[in-house]
């Protein structure tokens, strides 16, 4: 069952949030050829630390980075190290926080010089399919309202979703009741009400929908090797427009 928050829920989850947010921007700005993933994950620390905040995702079920860093045919889940990031590159960025209890949780993807019209189509797609989400996060609409508004928005710029890794509740736990897919019917699932809070974070691919996880147990990978690319953003429900949390 997804977790009403009160007003102190919110206030915590808004600087969770807004902290994430920061280190998401600065980050993004680092993106460049020859940067390595595991300079960013190193800088990434020291954002968090200059916060007061620790890394949410740093050992959680053992995942041994202190942010994702996934690159091109990299989906999700990948891990900081040697890979160099080069001219072409579609690099997705993803931070999670942990901030006095509460968890903020955001992700962008950055093009590196990219020239590729394709690519370029959905880097936009996804973060296109981002905004719809957010539209759909209104309390008495359904869960699936959202996983619809996404789905038709990635179809309609020819990119497809990924189906095996969805979005989430959040708050004091970084994965909270209710799951949210990218994809589906609409007028399905939970309600939303006023209060709830959401990670909304399309991933969509290049190519079809099919991943596999690579060898390390955690980098997510689209199985014909096409670009992919992740957006995230939290927001709070309410009875009018959603509140986006993760905001610097």
């Known amino acids: 069952m997804a977790l009403i928050k009160t007003a102190k829920d919110l206030q915590g989850l808004r600087a969770s949030g807004g902290i994430a947010a920061r280190v998401r921007n600065k980050l993004a700005e680092a993106v460049a050829p020859g940067v390595t993933t595991g300079e960013l994950g190193e800088y990434a620390r020291d954002l968090i630390e ?41 690099v997705s960025i993803d931070v999670g926080v942990r901030y006095e209890g509460y968890v903020g949780d955001t992700a962008t993807t950055v093009m590196v010089g990219v020239t590729d019209h394709d690519v370029v189509r959905l880097v936009r ?74 990670c909304l974070e399309p991933m969509l691919n290049l190519g079809n929908c099919d991943v596999e996880v690579l060898a390390d147990g955690w980098t997510v990978v689209t199985r014909d090797r096409t670009c992919s690319a992740h957006f995230e953003h939290m927001v709070a429900v309410r009875n009018g427009e959603a509140e986006v949390l993760s905001v610097a």
Do not use: W
Not at 56 to 66: E, S, T
Not at 72 to 90: A, F, S, T
Not at 147 to 174: N, P, W, Y
């Open 125 to 198: 797609a996804a973060q296109s399919s981002l905004e719809a989400a957010v539209k759909m996060a209104r309390a008495r609409g359904r869960v699936s309202d959202i996983s619809h508004a996404i789905e038709q928005t990635a179809l309609a710029q020819g990119c497809s979703v990924v189906r095996k890794f969805v979005g989430h509740g959040i708050g004091r736990d970084m994965h909270e009741e209710p799951q949210v897919p990218n994809f589906g019917a609409k007028g399905r699932g939970p309600k939303l009400k006023a209060g709830m809070t959401l």
């Open 50 to 90: 200059a916060e007061g905040a620790e890394s949410a995702f740093l050992g959680y079920r053992g995942f041994p980075g202190v942010i994702c860093v996934s690159v091109n045919e990299e989906v999700v889940h990948g891990i900081p190290g040697r890979r160099r990031i080069r001219l072409g590159d579609v």
